[in-house]
């Protein structure tokens, strides 16, 4: 049984992390839409270095830890027998710390830098500023940007996952409303017969698409759906 797995923000808000177009889904009045683009970067790059920043520190302090959603997919690919990927939308690494393997982050990761000439990626854990230096050449100064997919940008892996979601038996979406493409595009992708499963708090615009749609908080949902899956 080929499984493939689309997470967006709702499968880390109970670690603590706010979702993009929640209540709380504005960054100091604006929309992730507006901050997160290359135009954005290239008028104003302090707001979007800080706008990163900011959810770099946030996500690397203590509290901040993967919750039992992420735990329970990391437990489940372990076991599991037939082909397994796992895609997030999500710039975390909180998959990653659950000891998920076989992960595309297809929007990029907060925890890494690119080089905007040499398109090198190094882990990055500190703010990023126009001061900062290439880890390699002590003299190259502020050519460092967050490796984040802004939108206009293409995502990462897309062909991997296109090829995942073509033979999936099950694609299952957990956390996402369904509103940002390519992302929102992949459940189109999968065949006829593919078990599609939805798991939200609420209804999404791609709700219709999914032949099961689970209302509830991932936390407690994710485990159960598994599960059921073994
Ligand atoms: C591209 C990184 C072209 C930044 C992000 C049609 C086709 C292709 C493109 C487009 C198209 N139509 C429009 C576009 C353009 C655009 C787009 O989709 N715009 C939208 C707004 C209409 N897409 C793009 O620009 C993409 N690029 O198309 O490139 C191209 C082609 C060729 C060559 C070059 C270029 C790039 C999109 C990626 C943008 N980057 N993130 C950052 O993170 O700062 S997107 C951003 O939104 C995040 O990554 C986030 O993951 C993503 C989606 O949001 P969600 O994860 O779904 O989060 P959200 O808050 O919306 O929802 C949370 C859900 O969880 C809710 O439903 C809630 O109910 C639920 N929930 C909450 N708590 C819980 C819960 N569920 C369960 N349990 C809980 N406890």
Redesign the pocket.
Known sequence: MNVLILT???IS??SGIP????PD?LWEGHR??EV?TPEAFARNPELVQKFYNLRRRNLLSPQIRPNAAHDSLAAFEQAHQGDFLLVT???DDLHKRAGSKKVIAM??ELLKARDMDTEEIFDWRDDLTSESVHPKIPGRLGRLRPH????????MGMEQIEAAAIKADVFIAI???G?????AGIVELTPANCRRIE????E?PASPRFNESHRG??TELVPQILQSLR
Do not use: C, K
Request: proline fraction near 5%.
């Open positions: 967006g923000a709702g808000a109970e979702t993009f177009r929640g889904g992730v839409e997160a939308q999500n710039v929007h990029g984040i997919v802004w939108f206009g940008e293409m995502p956390g996402t409303s509103r940002v493409y390519p992302a798991i939200n708090l609420d999404t908080a991932a």
